[in-house]
């Protein structure tokens, strides 16, 4: 699998759940703020360490955040700059395609603060699957998605 790189464009599941403002991968926020890997930097393991693994308490939690649909859930689940406003419709709608299962086990390290993880939609939007790949970079002391896109 080919290491990701930031880049100014909307997360995958968004325009899929009709939500292109809820979450946004690296913006030009980030990009032109502190290089394009800020989104995956953040307190946690000292610099040059790598964090451990999503395991299974770390999934559930970031579950629930995401099932929320509450503004502080979603800031807590998702790489998000600051002050990003966030669409209360399309927070409904993520929160109407959960819960997500996310599968610890298939966790993929892509560099040293992000990864892949699979996940599982309860109720996937109308014509979408519902495995998905999660891109996860790992914020201020946890892992947070980034991206998304169905399962192949």
């Not at 990701?4 to 990009?31: E, G, K, N």
């Amino acid at each position: 699998m080919a290491k990701r790189t930031c880049t100014s464009r909307p997360l995958t599941v968004v325009p899929l759940l009709a939500a292109a403002s809820l979450f946004t991968a690296c913006t030009s926020h980030h990009a032109s703020a502190a290089g394009p890997t800020s989104a995956a930097t953040g307190p946690g393991p000292a610099a040059g360490s790598t964090p451990a693994p999503l395991n299974s308490s770390q999934a559930s939690v970031l579950a629930k955040n995401l099932a929320a649909g509450t503004d502080t859930g979603l800031r807590a689940a998702i790489v998000l700059p600051s002050g990003q406003p966030l669409d209360t419709a399309a927070a409904a709608q993520l929160q109407a395609a959960g819960p997500i299962t996310f599968a610890p086990g298939t966790f993929h390290r892509l560099g040293a603060r992000d990864a892949t993880v699979a996940g599982t939609m309860a109720h996937p939007p109308a014509g979408q699957p519902a495995r998905w790949t999660f891109t996860l970079a790992y914020v201020g002391g946890q892992w947070k998605v980034l991206d998304a896109e169905p399962a192949r």
